[in-house]
């Protein structure tokens, strides 16, 4: 049986439809333009906003580090609490909410595939069984491969098919969606308690920079024709001045073709790594600096990586920056050294509004979303839980919708802002067209999976959010109103089926599994085989046959092959 | 004669290896009913290896077999293996964290000639189903 | 799979489920379903996997009956576990550290669905760590990190040699890494304990502490490392130029890693002794690399912790009586619940509190109505009220384990388990849906004595 979404008023920008009324056919979990309408049940969504159903592209919401920051805190999870339902499990957590509650608020949110943000492949399997059991998305997992002693060496011989055959070969072992680069170089460094502070450090015994690194993985990627590009979260994260080294990592990649119809690269968290000063009294706003860049380029796209100015968990696997931030705070501090990958680290922190620096930092994340001026650029994240957590996106979408919103917050936060930022004396307002970009469309093309993610046309996944919202009476004064709205559905769907009705989960569904499967030639991937596997039984701490990822940890598996 | 020491408790290989062997096996009495003593300690009450003796702290008594310790030297302390003989004088957490104290139990130890070890089996029929020291069934 | 030479099939990467180590190289050679050889495992290991020949299992499940048990079926033993669950007002649900994750689900899900207090051994092993870390942070790294690059290597208040015998061989001090490849030669071991332990023998230093003074001796060596004149001679037994020593020694390798054990957390002073390393160890890191290691005990105890964690938000002892999780030890810990007697019924599983808790608790655990799940006929199950025989997790059945460090590995299945035995996993499904349809049951009743009124 089919289902029609009646009368909505739909934002579809991947498909140029901003806005119309018009009706959305359902069938088999699918879009359709054709279906029995005698026999198809009927949703009335007239006067509503309907778009497709929210993509999330960089979110700590599964694995090792993201469950070592729930353990630490328990006071995150005391006040912030779901009771059990007939038909929902219960949870906790504010930051860093519990698996089930993940799946349930993110899908309240109208949001329908995640991709969490960091899997160590050690840690792996640990990933995939909490993806399994957060419910009502399709999930993937970008995967950790900047500071591999695999990648390093084949980088600095030089030899980028067999790095692509080894990147090929660890997705498919443990599942993993796309290439994630962190710190490059600096977790390695970190091994040692040292970092890499700029794109020519060299890594401790690797005789490698991270500028070679990106580079190369660049080229790695885009040879093994990845949905995504890689995803960069470049070295010296939340440092005083840090914007340079972004601005030069911004030029790297410079000319390489990408395998898409998307970017070559994407700048993650992009706000904590614009800031200029030389001290905490000089900590300043340089969003205008890249957001320069990025209007310019054709092939750099940025995530905002949104401060929220809560208490949250900050959790990255740029180890030596938490040991850092909680030499500042003097609070609590996690690191997790994973041999031979990667060393996440996490420490709690409070952005208060009476911070200057919190301050200016939730300014830097609108200054970026407000300056770049082709939304496909700037995707909406916070980082979650790092700027805050995905709860927080209705009112992050509150504050790009209304000029106001954001001149009573700036009454607010630190007179810092005035001074050291320029958001005050931004006019732009986006439009529910915007934010379906920001929010979804964007995200899709950036993952590689605008054919069945990111909008409404026939082919797509059925999966659809609806929101209470008259976009002919809308008005950006009421942010209040705004952020509710998005808060809570009028319904999501997901595959087809209503499972969010007016707020509330009414069925709950298991998502799939994205992960990639990347050709490559048999011959160097042999050659490959047999390099894991005599460094692997000398280096690693478990057996090779024992660190693949086998299937029956998936929900819905489901391949992408290249 | 006796001996006022520490009590500290813990795993050992033996106990490790007995237990998956199963709990009903003499194997399991003979490697977690002991008392490991440093040679000072057993030479100031005159206790030899193998001796059967007493150890009690204000919660109750129990039965093992003294051993000389093969980790000392470690005056002043005694190890029993953790299992059902040991915890029969263990005491419940008192500090908030739900640990037991486990390790630095006061206790005094004395020569007990003549009597029996139990085996696990019995020991818990005699605790908790037959009646404990206060005669009466828990049960 | 290989064939065994002469005889049967060799079953390689094995995982060993007996202590948090989870080596995973066994190999096991299996003729006729029976375990005939193991290599590679220590004496503890090798004696799970072999016993399995010689064991007299319980076989059917048993129900108490006028004092002794009585063999009965499946249905009858199921249908008093759903009896005792559902009457009970608060039930604690124990055990978890033996068996995989897998069954872990079904049983967090039980808990919630009764509104009980589930609670793992850590209650009574590392327990307090998790508190101290709650309260400092924990910097830690896998085993294969220290493997490649440590230097120094301290054991406290831990003696592997008994408790995870091939810990030292396999990750800390024999090995060959990346970074030392000379093995032991390359490495410093330092052991600190009350007694000169089989792990202590083999130390480069061993530096015997006072009983219960472990908190002294950690602060001292903090103290000095950040700087600070030690005014007293001798701190908890140790000379003031052994502390001198000791805490250089650790400023100036280049990768240092500490074990901490039962030693700090069982001993006076708990948590607060574990808040003394992690400390101490966050120190370090101001001048060199250092990394500190739980020694965790039971092959699945750091497993429980995990799911509980990402389930509820909490690593140990959830409370669900209100219907969404609540956290608080001494509260909601396993001892402090069966001290205060609150507990009406009890589900074990995967562990023996009858004989590794205190007389008091056992003592609780006896007067009320108990389910003991488990492949042995132990102490806990002799006192239980049902004991239905499962099979052995990561020998019969394959689930999926964390090691000490975290690192998630899946168990394999290497013979069948006897006939008529279920998994941990099936068994608390079964459970589950017992007391389900016993709940709609209770409802509909509920319902029509409301129409009739």
Redesign the interface.
Known sequence: MGMILKNGIVFDPMNNVKGEKKDILIENGVIVDKLNERTARVVDVSNKVVMPGGVEIHSHM?G?K???G?????ED??GF????TDIT?????FS?????MTGYLYSKMGYTTGMTAALPP??G??TH??LK?IPMMDKGALTLLGNN?FVMRYLKEGDIEKCAAYVSWLLNAVKGYAVKIVNPGGSEA????KNCRSIDDPVP?FDITPQEIIKGMVEVNERLCLPHSVHLHPNNLGRLGNFETTLQTMKIPNGTKAAGDRQVLQVTHTQFHSYGGDSWKTFESKADAIADVINKSDDIIIDTGFVTLDETTTMTADGPME?YL?GLTRL?????????ETSPG??PFVFSKKMPTASIQWAIGLELALLIEDPWKVLLTTDHPNGGPFIRYPRIIAWLMSEKYREKTISEVHKAVNKRSVVPTLDREYDLNEIAVITRAGQAKSLGLDHIKGHLGPGAHADIAVYDIDPANLNPNNYAEIEEKFANTAYTIKDGEIVVKDGEIVKVVDGRTLFVNAKVDPGIEKDVIKDIEYNFK??????L??YPV?KEYLTRPMEIRT | MSLEVTLITGRTVSQGEAMERGKDLDDYTKAAAVCELDPADMEKIGINEGDTIKVSTGIGEVIVRAVKSRQYPHEGIVFIPMGPWVNSITDMPADSTGMPPFKGIPVKIEQAKGEKVLSSHDLIEKLYLRGNEKGEGVR | MKKAKGYGRMVTDVVCPFCGTLCDDLEVVVEDNKIKNVRHACRIGSSKFLAMNELKRPNRPMIRKDGSFEEVDMAAAIEECGRILSRSKRPLLYGWSSTGCEAHFVGIELAEELGGVIDSTSSVCHGPSVIAIQDVGYPSATLGDVKNRADLIIYWGANPMHAHPRHLSRYSVFPRGYFRERGQQDRELIVVDVRKTDTAKLANRFVQVRYGEDFELLSALRLVINGKELEADEVAGVSKEDILELADRMKTCQYGTLFFGMGLTQSYGTHRNIDAGISLVRDLNHHTKFSIVAMRGHYNVTGIGEVLTWQTGYPFAVDFSRGYPRYNPGETTANDVLQREEADAALIIASDPVAHFPKKAVEHLARIPMITIGPHMIPTAQLSEVFIPSSISGIEEASTAYRMDTVPLKLRKVIEPPEGIYSDVEILEMILENVRERRVRQMEREKKAGEGR
């Open positions: 599964a090792g993201v469950n070592s729930r353990a630490l805190r328990p999870h005391r609490v779901m009771p059990k499990r219960s949870g906790s957590g860093t909410p519990t698996t089930f050690l840690m399997r640990h069984e909490e059991d002693w970190w091994g040692w308690g015994h040991f909680s609590k501090w996690v690191n997790r050294n994973i041999e031979l996490i420490t000398r280096f690693y701490s478990i057996n046959a024992n086998r």
